[in-house]
């Protein structure tokens, strides 16, 4: 049995999410379109994992999942026969064989994302499905003041809207740093793992930091109070992008 990893983008706009839904629950996702494809090229049904659960219309640059196959395909093979089945809207950059012992989510070691900011009078039609919208010009200098105090290993518990967690809300944020001009302002967050919605509040409260709506040193009061509800609004999903997962 070979065991083969892609390297994955799509548009998240029409999906609800990477992985597919339980028993009885509706929606179509990521994982379940390469499988079908995979499934129709193996003739038997194939499982498909994914590094990162990208929530309901985020999208993906560098999403990275394995399959297991007993296809005698060359890689270069299985990529084109993926590209010529799959929605438009789904690519696959990449497929080359890896050891069995490869698992695309247990062994990934640090996710990358970017949250993107349009600022202006007029929103372009263009950018609609891909960019927040703010029509408040914004502070970069104290979005960058804000962003600083998420970096290093804290109880983010703020970030998640999740009151019955039972996993440690304790995570390492690496990096996170803001871009931009007058135009377009982009936050890219890197972390050792990021539970859903925690980027996109993330992304929320640094937002409202550059809008005047709280000083950046309140950061650091609501990572230590862990209280969602002084957290910034979960932003909407269609401006994030999932860049690049990391391994040893």
């Known amino acids: 049995m070979r065991n083969i990893r892609l390297l994955i983008e799509y548009d998240g706009s029409r999906y609800d999410g990477w992985q597919k839904p339980g028993a009885g629950a509706k929606g179509m996702t990521v994982q379940e379109k390469l499988e079908e494809v995979l499934s129709r090229m193996d003739g038997e049904k194939t499982e498909v994992i994914g590094a990162a659960r990208t929530e309901a219309g985020v999208h993906a640059a560098g999403q990275v999942a394995n399959f297991h ?4 395909m060359s890689c270069l093979e299985i990529r084109r026969y993926l590209n010529r089945f799959l929605p438009r809207d789904i690519a696959v950059l990449e497929a080359s064989e890896v050891p069995e012992r490869f698992h695309a989510a247990f062994l990934a070691k640090g996710f990358t994302y970017e949250y993107h900011i349009s600022v202006g009078e007029t929103p372009s ?14 502070d970069w200098k104290r979005m960058r003041e804000a962003a600083r105090c998420f970096i290093g290993k804290q109880d983010f518990a703020a970030f998640s809207e999740n009151r019955r967690m039972k996993k440690s809300t304790v995570r390492t944020v690496r990096e996170f740093d803001v871009y931009g001009d007058e135009k377009e ?55 994030l992008f999932l860049t690049s997962v990391e391994y040893e």
């Not at 196959?69 to 005698?72: G, K």
């Open 185 to 239: 302002v982009l936050l890219r967050i890197a972390a050792d793992d990021f539970w859903p919605y925690m980027a996109r509040i993330m992304a929320g409260t640094v937002l409202a930091a550059g809008r005047g709506e709280l000083e950046p040193e309140d950061v650091r009061r609501i990572i230590a109070e862990r209280d969602r509800s002084k957290a910034g609004e979960r932003l909407e999903a269609r401006g």
């Open 69 to 72: 196959t007993q296809a005698d």
């Open 125 to 138: 039609v263009f950018e609609r499905k891909y960019n927040y919208y703010s029509f408040k010009r914004l």
